[in-house]
């Protein structure tokens, strides 16, 4: 069997890393198509050294765009790519341009077209994220489930003869990375001395009004306890046009972790704020509570189990990151740490 995976920005290259070793273990020829959507190191190269992934055998290096040029950019040069690897299956990973890309460029190519993290819904129609993930479930032929809620979902939108319920891959490369880092004793993440809250900020709906962001960035400003705050590319330029000054009182800015540091960060902290979907899974896995600054969430299971906190009025996020701590829990929605082994086995076994 012949997989080519496409990938292109750091979500997706953390999802990569326990289906790469997979692939590798039950002898899969595996073909790894980068498409350059993020490029910076710290979003890129840097996981592939951290997580152990094998370098990419294509590297489209695509770059930076509006939405349209970025995603055109890619479906022009993975048409080529496509033709020259002729995989018995293309995987696709998320909710990225890189991910509509992929499954845009397999269907008219008439290749069978695999939706790793599929069954997602935010039910927010203006997320850009939203409409590549229901397009790319429906291009697919398979759809590679990460919860039983997720596939309720394709069932409801009549697409269950083609769903897999196969556990969330990133719980193997998150639960395999916290037990590292505590064997380790994970030094490089001790981005504070004592208590500190974690956050992250990076969509559109939260950066690109200069007074919504004003807002969250003024509640990080006057939380009680230091604020550590993970600079996405864009949160920086967007705050920069805007002249709002992001190490404001409580706030302390420092670049994108790796991803080891980052498992480890989350693990020390006594919060987690963020509008990243991964996050707000991970911080679950790491139970860390997490309030997120959005009006839905993806991961409906971790505001279930009362982990997780939506909060789309910036004036509670103080309240939301300090609340009393959650009942412990064993549920785990997203497996125990063998879903990237079910991905594979699917794949293999199922009759396109």
């Known amino acids: 069997?012949?997989?080519?995976?496409?990938?292109?920005?750091?979500p997706q290259f953390v999802k990569l890393a326990p289906v790469a070793d997979a692939m590798s273990r039950h002898s899969v020829e595996h073909v790894i198509a980068h498409t350059g959507q993020h490029y910076d190191d710290n979003m890129s190269e840097v996981f592939f050294r951290d997580l152990?992934?094998?370098?990419?055998?294509?590297?489209l290096g695509v770059g930076s765009g509006s939405h349209g040029v970025q995603t055109g950019a890619m479906l022009g040069a993975l048409d080529g790519v496509l033709e020259e690897h002729d995989p018995d299956w293309v995987l696709v990973y998320g909710d990225t341009n890189s991910t509509l890309a992929g499954?845009?460029?397999?269907?008219?190519?008439?290749?069978?077209?695999?939706?790793?993290?599929a069954g997602l819904r935010s039910f927010n129609r203006r997320m850009p994220e939203e409409h590549n993930r229901i397009l790319t479930d429906h291009a697919a032929d398979l759809c590679l489930a990460p919860t039983e809620r997720a596939a309720d979902h394709l069932r409801a939108e009549g697409l269950s003869s083609r769903t897999v319920v196969t556990g969330d891959v990133m719980t193997d490369v998150c639960l395999a990375t916290a037990r590292r880092t505590a064997a380790e004793k994970q030094s490089r993440a001790a981005v504070a001395e004592g208590d500190y809250v974690l956050a992250t900020l990076h969509r559109a709906e939260n950066t690109d009004d200069p007074e919504r962001l004003r807002s969250v960035v003024e509640a990080l400003s006057?939380?009680?306890?230091?604020?550590?705050?993970?600079?996405?590319?864009?949160l920086l330029a967007r705050a920069q046009d805007h002249g709002i000054d992001l190490n404001a009182g409580s706030i302390s800015v420092i670049a994108p972790l790796d991803y080891a540091?980052?498992?480890?960060?989350?693990?020390?902290?006594?919060?987690?704020?963020?509008d990243s979907g991964g996050l707000q899974k991970e911080a679950f896995l790491?139970?860390?509570?997490?309030?997120?600054?959005?009006?839905?969430?993806?991961w409906a299971e971790t505001v279930d189990l009362r982990w997780n906190e939506l909060c789309p009025d910036p004036a509670d996020i103080v309240s939301s990151?300090?609340?009393?701590?959650?009942?412990?829990?064993?549920?785990a929605p997203y497996?125990?740490?063998n879903s990237a082994d079910l991905v594979v086995e699917t794949l293999a076994s199922w009759d396109r």
């Open 1 to 10: 069997m012949k997989v080519l995976s496409v990938v292109g920005a750091r």
């Open 335 to 337: 497996g125990t740490g």
């Open 103 to 117: 499954a845009l460029s397999a269907v008219k190519m008439h290749l069978p077209l695999a939706h790793l993290e």
């Open 261 to 274: 540091s980052m498992v480890a960060a989350v693990q020390q902290a006594l919060a987690v704020v963020t």
């Open 52 to 59: 152990g992934i094998p370098k990419p055998d294509v590297h």
């Open 286 to 298: 790491l139970r860390t509570p997490c309030t997120t600054v959005r009006t839905e969430t993806e």
């Open 321 to 331: 990151a300090l609340r009393v701590r959650p009942n412990e829990t064993d549920v």
């Open 222 to 234: 006057v939380m009680p306890v230091p604020v550590v705050l993970t600079a996405h590319p864009r």
